[in-house]
């Protein structure tokens, strides 16, 4: 195989995504600690516990092996099929822009095409993440069992909840988490380019892969920071307490307003923010950076 390398989008094809960026995210997300994060994170949004308590409430009763509950088989599931319909979205996404040729530069292209990449995720992603919420959040999931009855308990209960609550239970919050993905993944790819603006001496200039790495970071931080409202409210409707609920986002900020005034609505805005910034600026790092690498080395 050849070494040629670019570094645009013209490489990207959608089925090559497809593949690179399923195998990058599990191996992170099982391995990498990107499961571990976001438990903790969605633990934090739904109880507003301290870290520490949270992570010695998992290990308790299995071990360390506590910290993969949810993991099988949804957040296996969902870290594949995140990576990959990710992928295919955005490099669609680039697709349809070529052919409908629409009038816009490089950058604004690869910006789009991530938001569109980010709204197909969030409609393929979101029943997996309600059920992988709901085992994180059901308390029944802590103390009983260790990790493989933990995980055939987990695989019980999508049946569970198609039978008391509908099918259509597993839509639930479909709308908020797809436009919520179309955001993240939006001013991920914009703050990335606006991070890359300021590293670069000139508009020609070609960055190091510890440069562009950098970059990733950062602007998958500035993301998970412009972001964090809406990914709460996800974990707030999805989470275990309001099954068979109908949720509604301004309800919930309209009763914390209430009880908690300005102060308490920014606390419930902010929960498991430290949490959420190192998950987004990682997983920024994996899919805009490891794919092209993988490009590299094998074709």
Known sequence: ???????????????????????????????????????????????????????????????????????????????????????????AGQVLLEKLDVPLNKWQRTIISGGMGGFVQGIVMSPMLLLKTRVMTDPRFRTSGGFFATSLHSLTLGAELVRKEGAISLCKGMGVFSFKRFLDWTTRYAFVVLVESFVKTDSQQKLTMKQEMFCSLMGGTLSALSTVPIDVMVATIQQANKAGKKVSVIEIYKEQLKSGGIKGTLQLSTRGLVARVVHVALTTVMLKKCFFMVLYFYF
Request: net charge positive; no cysteine.
């Open 1 to 91: 195989m050849s070494h040629h390398h670019s570094s645009g989008p013209e490489l990207e094809s959608p089925l090559a995504k497809f593949l690179i960026s399923g195998g990058v995210t599990i191996m992170f997300e099982a391995l990498g600690g990107g499961h571990y994060l976001e438990m903790i994170k969605i633990l934090k949004q739904t109880s507003n516990d301290p870290y520490l308590t949270i992570t010695k409430r998992m290990i308790q009763h299995k071990g360390i092996v506590g910290v993969l509950d949810g993991f099988v088989p949804w957040g296996g599931m969902q870290a594949l099929i995140k990576g990959s319909s990710f992928g295919w979205g955005q490099a």
